[in-house]
């Protein structure tokens, strides 16, 4: 049915949300970076001047290098192992509803309680973690001190918060393979390896890819747990790409150099997003046709 | 005979230890999840001089450190109620909003309406952290800063097409006769709206709220950004305990914490089925 002027009523309040809010803005950040502007004066228009500078910025380019790093390690750390606990909770499982929860518990906590959590754990003197790591002779994360450990910190606290998303998009879609056809392999004297290689992995292709999508596209906003684990220190080594813009905006009042790196950062998103609209283009307007 | 016992026997150790295996996986998985959550509510409990370094009886719990919190930061509280307006607003806006365009998406069908669909989920990849820029001073002259307002709305705005997605995923599934059948009795779009759909979309409420809620509740970047006294949320302020010049109170950090995440965990784990629902509708569903 088509929809009446009435029905694009009830739309209206979403799209209207979304476009004042959402779009109308990013298209203006885009003007923004194409103009000089601090607080109480007016946008001058400098052309492309802004990228020049960023992409000439050591710092830029530091955060980023741990963009991509943190990034990376995270979305695929994050990944095998949520297969794995995947894999795990599809066979039997005793208690599994209060287990399932326990799994997912890390979804409801914010991101300032985790890095408080994760703060006590590795505490350099007495922090439980760092006690258990030292008793057992292993080395410690200095994360106040050393940039690697810093991002390490970083990464490991990202996989811990996300993990349930990634969780439940590939148990989901485990629990959605038909029995049948790991029955019919086990008949076919298939072992355990070839069951995951050759029905396993083909039918999770499209969730997996799914959630790596989404977890690339999140994981790149990343700005809480870096802001407040090192606050991009020591000397801006462990700075994230929306660390160096919120500084550009907000401590060096450079809108200009903030919203070029914005826009950067969008186009960046969308790239990444790319077989996901893909996707999403095909198969809404296949529906459309019918 | 003897000869074709042992196969079985091996068989049956294997079994054993491939099961023994995964017990202990699993116990891996509940620590790795669960450990660091019940550590900051036990660690809440325990006298102060105890939190580190593990002196004192683990039984000895004392509510110490909620009475210094108390003390020490009464505001505290006015920013728990802060948190807690914000976020059942935002939940409320998102809700309304989405229930109505989730329900177009679902059952009309034009090239157009199409697009603005796909619209929706192109603006949902923007981050956040760049839209801030432009917003701030806007919010300024807009003399919104440090309200609830304004994280109410931009909460909505930066879910509603979530919540589009995971409504129009559940009102899908519902059948379209019912609808039918009350326009053949006379019902306007309105009537049928609130009588037949509203009624039986309670799942997809509840699935968007979880992730609104939640959004909202735990949210910092954008309190951060747009609040400075009045409308500071429970996140913000357990970020200052955290950076608190004349060191960290762990006790009165954990006490903070602990009364932060306790709700929205609870209600996180009540409505669990959902929060599974609704993830898989607003993801992979199209």
């Not at chain 2, 295996?21 to 959550?37: C, D, E, H, K, T």
Request: positive net charge.
């Amino acid at each position: 049915m088509k929809p009446s002027a009435r029905d694009w009523g009830l739309v209206l309040p979403a799209q209207a949300l979304l476009t004042v809010l959402l779009f109308v803005p990013s298209l203006y950040v885009f003007w923004l970076s194409l103009t000089k502007s601090t607080y109480g004066q007016s946008p001058v228009w400098v052309g492309l001047a802004n990228y020049t500078a960023v992409l000439s910025d050591p710092y830029f380019w530091t955060a980023t290098l741990n963009t991509a790093i943190v990034v990376n390690a995270v979305v695929f750390g994050e990944f095998l192992l949520a297969l794995a606990v995947a894999m795990l909770f599809a066979g039997w499982i005793p208690w599994r509803r209060v287990m399932i929860a326990v799994v997912l518990a890390p979804y409801a906590i914010s991101e300032v309680v985790a890095v408080v959590i994760f703060k006590y754990m590795s505490e350099p003197y007495a922090g439980p973690v760092t006690l258990a790591l030292k008793a057992i002779g292993l080395p410690t994360l200095d994360w106040a001190v050393e940039p690697s450990h810093g991002l390490a910190m970083v990464v490991l606290l990202s996989i811990w918060h996300h993990l349930p998303f990634t969780f439940i998009l590939l148990y989901t879609a485990l629990l959605g393979i038909p029995r049948e056809l790991y029955e019919a392999a086990q008949v076919d004297g298939a072992g355990a390896w070839h069951k995951f290689r050759h029905i396993t992995v083909p039918l999770l292709v499209p969730a997996m890819l799914v959630a790596l999508v989404f977890r690339y596209i999140f994981a790149f906003r990343i700005f809480s747990e870096v802001w407040l684990l090192t606050g991009g220190g020591p000397a801006r080594t462990t700075e994230v790409l929306a660390v160096y813009l919120y500084r550009q905006a907000f401590r060096y009042s450079d809108f200009g150099a903030a919203a070029a790196t914005g826009w950067l950062m969008l186009i960046a998103s969308l790239l990444m997003g790319s077989w996901y609209i893909w996707q999403m283009y095909r198969r809404m307007f296949a529906h459309g046709r019918r | 005979m003897a000869a074709g016992r042992r196969p079985v026997t091996v068989r049956r150790l294997r079994r054993w230890l491939v099961n023994a295996l995964r017990m202990l996986a699993l116990v891996a998985v509940l620590v790795w999840s669960g450990f660091p959550i019940l550590l900051v509510v036990f660690s809440s409990l325990r006298p102060p001089r105890d939190i580190f370094g593990g002196g004192g009886s683990l039984l000895s719990l004392t509510t110490r450190n909620y009475t210094n919190l108390w003390e020490r930061w009464p505001d505290f509280f006015h920013n728990l109620v802060n948190s807690l307006v914000i976020a059942l607003s935002a939940t409320a806006l998102t809700l309304v909003v989405s229930f109505l365009a989730g329900y177009v998406y679902s059952r009309r069908d034009s090239r157009a309406l199409t697009a603005s669909a796909f619209f929706m989920i192109l603006v949902r990849l923007l981050p956040p952290i760049v839209i801030t820029l432009p917003l701030f001073p806007a919010v300024n002259w807009l003399m919104l800063n440090d309200t609830r307002t304004v994280l109410v709305i931009l909460y909505c705005a930066f879910f509603v097409s979530l919540g589009t997605w995971i409504m129009k995923a559940f009102i899908d599934q519902l059948p379209r006769e019912l609808e039918e059948a009350a326009a053949i009795d006379g019902a306007g779009l309105w009537q049928t709206l609130r009588l037949v759909v509203l009624p039986l979309s309670y799942a997809g409420m509840i699935a968007t709220s979880v992730f609104i809620m939640v959004f909202a509740w735990n949210d910092f970047l954008f309190a951060f950004i747009f609040t400075a006294v009045d409308a500071k949320t429970a996140p913000l302020v357990i970020s200052e305990m955290v950076g608190a010049i004349d060191g960290v109170d762990w006790g009165i950090l954990f006490a903070a914490a602990t009364l932060q995440l306790v709700p929205i965990l609870v209600f996180v784990i009540l409505v669990q089925k959902y929060l599974i629902a609704g993830l898989t509708a607003g993801t992979v569903k199209g």
